[in-house]
């Protein structure tokens, strides 16, 4: 996605998808149209030896909640000055590889290196020159957001994080000054600028959230922001196109603006706080230390529209789904992660034996039992039915499973039980090239798409075979 250092090269990279056909139960390729346009399956009809599934052995029953994540439910407040106290204690208690780290001694000499005319690009000179007086006015000379640290040039991404320093700046105006006396604020600044960069634009890659302070940073945006979740994501999203595009430190500057703008302070208050809670890995540590402001509201709120505990779903999330287009989030939750809300204080009921009590159920009305395999799946589950197959609607290719995580898509949601005949056909389809698909084999116009994207496929393709009306 344009960028270069390690750290950005391995938050962004996609991961390599190749193409492989059938779902793990289906039939192979080479299916023929009928006279009805279906294809039927080849003669050899037996499902594919090679099941992409994750952890094929597992038998055991290894189950976890796959539910889609509500975001109807008001933002939190934070004020200014409960950003202020909480960036003051958080920034005071970084880890001393954050704390001390510094801007690299050489950063000048590559900012005047970068400054001057190359190659004819007085665009390129003058932004830099631009960059180089914005880190003077900040009294911190030369390369004040370590952007020339691997290269002479401003890339894509170190716009990116220009504008983005811009818009989140203003946040850490009033930090305590003892944090200021003990830090470097501009270099605070640049921390915090690349480690937003790197998360949103985890959440805008086609691969979802995984495990780690990622997934914790994610999670907490949701429980904070609630519906303003997506509008936060969508104007990024924009600055992220637009600022590579920028000319000028000027149009930098406004598109950085814009972007606080449109999400509005608090937002970024959030989305600051947060930031720096991930960067010293506090987050994770929450539940047993200082609380976060509005940290108990988010709880609540997320508790009484979910069921969820929150710092148990931050923490404990196996996987993150996004889709920014759609505007969905989907995750893949430890049983434990329901909270147990029920009258009688959480005793043993006919709901809560399998880890999910009443309000649990009522408030999370999208749980789905979802396992580690598709063997822990049919375990759990037992055969299909008579003359019936188990029919993934997101299928279970090795890409997918790479790129969404083995419980999104063996979870009572995404399998179920239809007509062999037609779970047959419809596998045999998926091998086929289709004027729906620009006249692409099925499956390969499929693998780049988002889950949902797969999955309202999916359902076309169920409607269209007749499985469902």
């Known amino acids: 996605m344009g960028t270069r250092r390690p750290m950005r090269v391995g938050a962004l990279a996609l991961v390599a998808l190749m193409l492989v056909t059938a779902c793990a139960t289906g039939a192979p390729t080479g299916g023929a149209l009928t006279t009805h346009g279906h294809p039927t399956p080849p003669p050899w009809g037996a499902p594919e030896t090679w099941a992409m599934d994750s952890g094929t052995g597992d038998k055991g029953r290894v189950e ?48 005047a290196w970068a400054s001057t005319p190359w190659r004819g690009d007085m665009c ?7 960059y180089g007086q914005f880190c003077e006015r900040c009294g911190t000379p030369g390369d004040c957001l370590s952007l020339f640290e691997d290269g002479p040039r401003l890339q894509a991404d170190d716009n990116r994080s220009i504008a983005l320093a811009l818009a989140v700046g203003p946040a850490l105006d009033g930090v305590d000054a003892e944090v200021r006396a003990m830090l470097d604020p501009t270099q605070v600044l640049a921390t915090l600028s690349f480690t937003i960069t790197a998360y949103m634009a985890l959440l805008l890659a086609p691969e979802p959230v995984t495990k780690g302070a990622a997934t914790v940073f994610s999670v907490l945006m949701w429980g904070y922001l609630g519906w303003e979740f997506f509008d936060l994501l969508r104007a990024y999203a924009r600055l992220y196109d637009a600022a590579p595009r920028a000319a000028t430190f000027a149009e930098l500057r406004e598109i950085g603006e814009s972007f606080g ?20 890995q506090t987050a994770a540590h929450m539940p047993r230390g200082p609380n976060l402001p509005g940290l108990g509201q988010a709880s609540r709120t997320v508790e009484l529209n979910t069921g969820l505990r929150l710092m148990d779903a931050a923490t404990g999330a196996e996987r993150l789904i996004v889709s920014v287009n759609e505007g969905t989030l989907r995750a893949v939750l430890p049983m434990t992660a329901v909270a147990m809300t029920a009258p009688n204080g959480g005793g043993e009921s006919s709901s809560n034996a399998r880890g999910v009590p009443p309000d649990g159920e009522k408030h999370l009305p999208s749980r789905h039992r979802a396992f580690k395999s598709f063997d822990a799946f049919k375990n759990a589950m037992g055969p299909a039915g008579e003359d019936k197959a188990w029919h993934h609607i997101v299928e279970q290719r090795k890409p997918n499973v790479e790129r969404f995580g083995a419980e999104a898509l063996h979870n009572t949601e995404n399998v179920i039980a239809i007509n062999k005949s037609r779970h047959d056909a419809i596998s045999a389809y998926y091998s086929t090239k289709s004027r729906d698909t620009e006249g692409m084999v099925v499956r390969e116009w499929l693998r780049t798409k988002s889950y949902e994207e797969q999955r309202a496929f999916g359902m076309v393709v169920l409607k269209r075979f007749g499985v469902i009306p």
């Not at 933002?75 to 001393?96: F, Y």
């Not at 390129?124 to 631009?130: F, K």
């Not at 970024?268 to 960067?279: E, G, K, S």
Request: glycine share 4%.
């Open 64 to 111: 976890a909640i796959f539910t889609a994540l509500p975001t109807d439910f008001a933002p939190v407040q934070v004020s200014d000055s409960e950003i202020k106290e909480a960036l003051t204690t958080l920034w005071l208690h970084l880890p001393p590889r954050v704390a001390t780290s510094r801007v690299s001694p050489y950063a000048g000499r590559r900012l």
């Open 124 to 130: 390129q000179s003058d932004l830099a020159r631009s």
């Open 261 to 280: 703008r449109v999400i509005g302070p608090n937002s970024v208050r959030v989305l600051v706080m947060v930031a720096t809670a991930a960067i010293g």
